[in-house]
């Protein structure tokens, strides 16, 4: 099993620029989700799926940012345009029904 | 609004000893805990869970502990070990919500030799 599945690792880009990124659930879960973390803030919900359909949006922080979730094994997040307070680890992670989530290894994105 | 928070930022434990991290949550609503554990460089990872209608869940050397009068939720290590090093979540999820969490700041666990 290889888990949740995110890319890219790091991703450093100037402020203006759209970010892009991606995550593969694992195989058979029905749920997805966004995280970001700061030292801030810890870990916040920015969106979750449930059968690709977005459920609940309301810790997508600005019209920056939006998310989507093509088909069961296929998500992205994207920020366009970035800015510098966007810096963060963001994880994906997916579960099956209502159990436990299991998490990516996450993105680290610096915006300069 | 309501939110899950941590008592302890950091906690120091020698090799060996028990370690307990607690957390308290204000959301009467919910019912259904999670402890996740971070290691740097990577995601949370879960631990154990509980449902409120359970006072104690025991793993392999972690029990966790809900005491839903006062609104508190701990994580018992046993034996602590150097790779029990990592920061340590709690989540909550509220009733009806069905898969959203709600996670706690964290608390770093250092196991000194």
């Known amino acids: 099993d290889a888990g949740v599945i995110q890319s890219p690792r790091h991703e450093v880009t100037e402020m203006g620029q759209e970010v892009t990124l991606r995550c593969k659930p694992i195989?058979?879960?029905?749920?997805l989700f966004w995280y970001r973390q700061t030292m801030m803030r810890g870990l916040e919900l920015l969106i979750y799926?449930?059968?690709?359909?977005?459920?609940?949006d309301s810790g997508m922080p600005e019209d920056r940012f939006s998310a989507k979730m093509p088909n069961a094994s296929f998500s992205t997040l994207k920020i366009q345009p970035s800015e510098p307070r966007d810096s963060a680890v963001y994880f994906c992670?997916?579960?099956?029904?209502?159990?436990?989530?299991?998490f990516g290894p996450g993105t680290r994105l610096t915006v300069l | 609004g309501e939110s899950v928070g941590l008592h302890l930022p950091t906690l120091s434990v020698q090799e060996g000893d028990n370690s307990i991290i607690n957390c308290a949550y204000s959301n009467s609503a919910s019912d259904y805990f999670i402890w996740y554990k971070q290691e740097s460089g990577k995601g949370p990872q879960f631990i154990i869970d509980?449902?409120?209608?359970?006072d104690k869940r025991q793993g392999q050397r972690v029990t966790v502990l809900l005491n839903k009068t006062v609104k508190h939720l701990s994580l018992q290590i046993a034996a602590t070990q150097p790779g029990d090093s990592a920061v340590y979540f709690c989540?909550?999820?509220?009733?009806?919500?069905?898969?959203?969490?709600?996670f706690g700041t964290g608390t770093r666990l250092q196991v000194t030799l």
């Open positions: 509980i449902r409120s209608n359970m």
């Open positions: 989540a909550e999820r509220q009733a009806g919500t069905a898969s959203k969490l709600t």
């Open positions: 992670a997916s579960s099956f029904s209502a159990s436990e989530q299991f």
């Open positions: 195989s058979g879960h029905n749920s």
């Open positions: 799926f449930n059968n690709n359909v977005p459920i609940d």
